[in-house]
């Protein structure tokens, strides 16, 4: 990593500055750039950018959905996904979407630096969670292990609506509806609502 340049994509500022003390002070990379969007990153003038690291949830378009247009923008620039989550079939779409590895941010320091330095040599560093990634996944097996309530709940959620209209709706108290949120987090492998939105949507429990 020492003399490279590096674009890290996150909307959380904090993260931002965490990762750039590593990538500065155990990767004693050359220089790093911030952009909080894909939006951001798309409109980047600078060039010479060596690996682009990109978060899989931010408003706007998400990481996954941004690994195209990134590539077309970066043509020479491999793409590293970011995610607070070992998902193993979001991993897959991301290396079939062309990105050359996928970290957790629990990653240690040490890690997240080796990781990166292995692409930079023209390798990947995904999860062997990624073989486990199962290529008939659809939104049945994963709506399988919903209740009819939490689907109806995840419903919801997906609409955006916090627990205690999601509690109005359903006639339920808050507590019950903050206990089926959790309950699908587990099920649909989130670590926050943002995520199992972007999960239901994309696997086409919902709309």
């Known amino acids: 990593m020492q003399n490279k340049h590096i674009l890290i994509v996150d909307d959380h500022s904090l ?10 002070q155990i990767g004693k990379a050359r220089g790093i750039s911030e952009a909080n969007s894909i939006k951001e990153a798309l ?3 600078e060039s010479g950018v060596d690996v682009i690291l990109l978060d899989i949830q931010m408003p706007g378009i998400n990481g996954i959905d941004g690994i195209k247009p990134v590539r077309d923008r970066f043509k020479t620039s491999p793409i590293i996904i970011l995610s607070a989550s ?5 991993m897959a779409e991301a290396k079939k979407l062309g990105a050359s590895g996928y970290l957790n941010k629990a990653a240690s320091a040490d ?12 390798g990947t560093c995904f999860s062997s969670d990624v073989d486990k990634a199962n290529p008939q996944h659809n939104a049945n097996s994963l709506s399988n292990n919903l209740t009819p ?8 959620l997906c609409e955006g609506k916090p627990n205690k ?9 808050e ?6 949120v959790s309950a699908i987090l587990s099920a649909l492998g989130a670590s926050n609502r943002s995520e199992a939105m972007l999960i239901a949507q994309r696997e086409g429990i919902t709309v």
């Open 149 to 156: 309530r939490q689907l109806e709940v995840l419903m919801y």
């Open 175 to 180: 507590n019950t509806v903050r206990v089926h």
């Open 111 to 122: 890690e997240m630096v080796a990781s990166i330095n292995r692409v930079l040599r023209g």
């Open 15 to 24: 993260f931002r500055t965490g990762l750039k003390m590593i990538l500065m």
């Open 86 to 90: 070992n998902d193993p079939n979001a």
């Open 43 to 45: 409109d980047f003038s």
């Open 165 to 173: 209209l999601i509690a109005r709706e359903l006639e339920m108290s």
